[in-house]
């Protein structure tokens, strides 16, 4: 197998032209568009996406994990005085029949110690765990470092 195909397997390195965006659906749930931002290695990095809960039953995203950092945290963004800092936050809340969107400048993804570059135009795996839907790994596609929403 050739290392391009290893890689396109792996979606370490998928070439958005190579494959058709895809929301991705899991149980009562839907995450929608989920992408990330260029970022260096060694450094962190963020993911977004919107997850749509149509069941009848809260979820909560507990956590998260990819080859691509070693430590994954979910984030929110919080008012200190005049400035925004980001902070942990335990889980996400996905109450039934709603949508909650992972966003900059909100509640995301935190990659910390990035040990690959994220390139745009590439994709990264990233496994979420729900407590109600239990784990799902989707792609997220890597748009430019300052980019303020997936590009369609």
Known sequence: ???RRILIAAGLA????????????????TLIHPWARAARAGGQGAGFMAIRNNGAEADR??????????????????RDGDVMRMRPVNDIPVPAGQTVRLQPGGLHLMFIGLSQELRQGQSMPVTLVFERAGAVTLQLEIQAAGARGHAH
């Open 61 to 78: 995203l507990l956590s998260a994990t990819t080859p691509a950092a070693p430590t994954v945290e979910l984030h929110t963004h919080i």
């Open 14 to 29: 998928a070439p958005l032209a190579a494959r058709a965006h895809h929301d991705t659906n899991h149980g009562s749930l």
């Open 1 to 3: 197998m050739t290392t």
